[in-house]
Each structure stands twice: as structure tokens, then as C-alpha cells.
DNA sequence: CATTGTTTGAATCATCCGTTTGACATGGCG
DNA sequence: CGCCATGTCAAACGGATGATTCAAACAATG
């Protein structure tokens, strides 16, 4: 057994290839801190060096996997908010749609990776408790100019609610979906039971429904404030 | 400079209480993966040997700093729990008098300790997010008995609620709890703009009126649905 | 074929980690 | 006084970490 078979090598280095994607599905199932680079390149069947030659460092391979899917995923994002502005523009969005809007391209880009539903959103999720500062700039502006739009959108859409409410309930939100994202695996033996079940495109529906009862919370009796400072988001 | 001042030496080794103090400190800032013993032996001006003298081990004095506020909140929540549940015997209590129950015991616990409320806030929330099995056996089994009560509890205040949905909504409302414990500071600049402020107060009271919304989404027009499996928490 | 740029591999670096050890100081008690 | 329990301390342990080095292997190009 084990044939001494000719290793193939393959152009433009496959090792890359296969750093990332284990390195993804380890950082999403520990976490960034706990995994070493040694983890990795033992998973990928690659040298301890050549994380370094591939992205520099550590921190660069983070950096790759966390661009790899939060760049697309804030660009579908960002096409939906703008779709949405445009259809009612002047009228104020439903809250639905505009939660939708934000969380369904979350999950919705899973086909694109290699990893498995549960493990992707998990990916996201560590993604969002990542300290602020540890983010590569291009995703941090991208979370900036969304964060924006959406704090907008939904002060627009709940003109009724108190900026600093407005604030704290979307703070809220945010840690609800990123909670599913990063502890769905919990829940879902009791929910899916032994059926073949979508499931997170399932939870979605039910987290949209539930961020936008939070959000208009005691709106239909409620008094127009004057307005505030602008509210931010970590969505 | 520096006057070889006679050394105190208490008795009973105040080098403990200094230990403990440190690293509640640092964990809450830093994180339980990332504060390493030395971190917190400089800290507390102790001996590197100090931490394995007093806890055993780094496990043991993460085990007791879990342990010493935990412990106490939870005793305190399971009190109001059953306060509730002998004051609407029969009757179904409202819904926000159950997720203040819960809730109101975490910021309430502050004043027993000698951190900030921020810092014992994140704390708390650095406590929820530890991987369930990194938890003491005790406090693991007062989690298991209060996530039971809850979820009958608000099983029985929301009868119309089917149960995975319902354990749904108590995993968002659980995820919008320890995200606000967590990252509260990047609110309270926004929020308190100038003012002294009692903050976490305040924010639990947003709370309860976002989670009790949140969870009885639609709740007037639905249908009573068959009994399913017992909900879960992580609360 | 020879040259060039790219990619691997094993070995090594300095540093940090949690823990252990043994020497040493202290204070109470018979 | 000796004796022992209780803390403290510097030093060292073995191991793991991220990063670096340098030679070898490789593909592509001229």
C-alpha cells in the first residue's frame, strides 16, 4: 500500500487553494484565536511555511478568508438596499424588506464556498464578534457605508422611534442574528427533527419576522420625536 | 527613591483576592482565550507560580471567576422565577415580567463587585459566549434548570407560539442580550451623549420591551398549535 | 538546454505558554 | 527553642507558537 505515486504538481500552487479553505473550515469551527498556523498546515497537507509566502503572515491569511466572502456578501447587500431605495423612493420601505435586505445575503452565498451551511454561517458569525480593528479596511468601509444606509432606512421607515432607541433596538438585532449565525447548530436537531429541512433559509424568515416586532415595538401609539444623532450598526 | 519600606505580609494571602480581581478584569477586556497567566500575575503584582498555587491551574481560576458572580445571579433568578410562579399560579404572568426576571439579575449583581459596570457587563457576556462545556458543573446545572423554567414559562404565556418557534425566538432574544453585554460601550457614547447616567439600567428596560415584542410577533391572530418538544435556552 | 522566477521543504529562530520545582521567608504553637 | 503549615519567589521545564532562512525542486521562457 502507498504506492510511492507520482506527486502531481499542479501550476500557480494549488497549496493556496487549500490553505484558505482549511483554514476556513477551522477558524469557523474554533475560532480565529484558538487555531494555529501548524493546525492549518497540517489540515492542508502543506509546509508550516508557506502560510507566511502565500499571505504574508498570519494575520493576511485571516484577512483572506475573512475578504473571500464578506466582500461579496456586503456587494449583494449593498445592490438590495439600493434596489430597495429606488422602489420606494420618497415612500418609507416595509421593515421587512429592508431587514431582508441585510440578512438573506448572509446565507444566501453559501453555494459559493466549499463549506457546509452550518460551518459557513459560523464563519459569518466569527466574522461579526471579530474585534473592529481586525478587520481587513475593505470590509471595514464596506460595514461602514451599510451600517449607514440601514440606519437610514429604518429611521426613515420608524419615524416614530427615538434615534437612541432606534440605535439600541438595531444593536439588538445585530446580536440576535449573530447568535443564530454562530449557535445555530443547537437549535436545529430540535427543529429539524429528522426532516431533510432548508434550514437556514427557514431561520431567516423567522429572524426577520422576529427583528422587525423588535423594532417597531409600541410604534402605533407613539408620539414623532425631534431628531438626533445618527444611528451605527455592527450588521 | 524607593525606600525599602517594610513589606506587609497578610495573612491569609491577600495575593488571591488580588489574583481573582486581575483576572476578572483582564478576561473581561480581553477574553478568556487570549489573557495569558502572565498577563495576569504582572497585573496583580504577584508571582507567576501564585495563579497554579491558589487555583490549581488557569482552568481553575477561570472556573472561579466564572463561578463567584455567576453564582449569585443566578440564585437571584431563580428567586424571581419562582416569585413568578407563585404570583400567577394558574394564570399566565406577562411576558415582560418573565424577561426581566431573567434579565434584571445580571446588571443588578454590579454593585458586588469592585469592576466598572462596563467591564462586569462584558464579563457576563464573555461568560454566555464560553463554549458550554468550559463552564463549572455548577453553574452548568443552574443553567440547565433556569433555561428549563423559562421555556415553560413562556410556553405557557405564549400558547399560540408553536415550539421551534419558539425556541427560535428565545435563541434571538438570547443572542440581543449578551451582543448588548458584550459591546455596550459603542452605544453608551451615542446614548448618554453628556450625561451622568445609570446606563445599563436604562438599557435593560429597552430590553424586555424589544425581547417581549420580538417574541410574541403575531401572536393576535395565530392559531393554538399541537404540543411539540421542549424549548431550550442559553440564557 | 540554460536561465529565470516561483513554489516547496526541513531546519531553525526567538518568544511565549502553563506548569513544576526547590529554596526561602514568615508566623503560630507546643 | 524547634517544628510545621502557609505563602512567596526565582528559576527552569517541555512544548507550542509565528516567523525566517536557505537549499532544492519545479514550470515557464528564451
Redesign the pocket.
Known sequence: MGLPMR?I?F??????RRLLEAAEQLFADKGFEVV????ITKAAE?????????FG???GLIAAVVTRYMLPVNEERLARVEVLEKRWAGKTAPLEEIIEAFARPLVGMVRKSELSERLFCRLLGRIFTMPKDGLPLVVEEQMKVLSDRLGRLLAKALPTVAPEELAWRMHFVAGAMIHALLNQDVLHRLTNGASGAPSMEAVVSRFIRFAAAGLREGVELAVVEPKGPQATFDF
Open positions: 506527486e504538481k501550476p500557480q500552487s494549488d497549496a493556496k494555529s498556523v501548524r493546525d502543506a509546509n508550516v511555511a508557506s502560510v507566511n509566502y502565500h503572515s498570519r494575520e
